[in-house]
């Protein structure tokens, strides 16, 4: 649990922090951005990870 800001207000917040590495040689900055984004969405959208489920 950590502070956050949430409608101009303080209050805590459950985080999670992830890290990735990556060989900057073989892997453009922006195709590694496109990565986070993808694996934010499933985090914030569990459901998109089942294959069957209308939400996706």
């Not at 459950?14 to 993808?38: I, K, N, W, Y």
């Amino acid at each position: 649990m950590r502070p956050r800001p949430r409608q101009g207000r303080c209050a805590v917040a459950r985080t999670m922090r992830f890290a990735l590495s990556v060989d900057h040689r073989p892997v453009d900055g922006a195709v590694t951005a496109q990565c986070m984004q993808e694996f934010i969405s499933l985090l914030e959208n569990p459901l998109r990870i089942v294959p069957w489920h209308p939400v996706r």
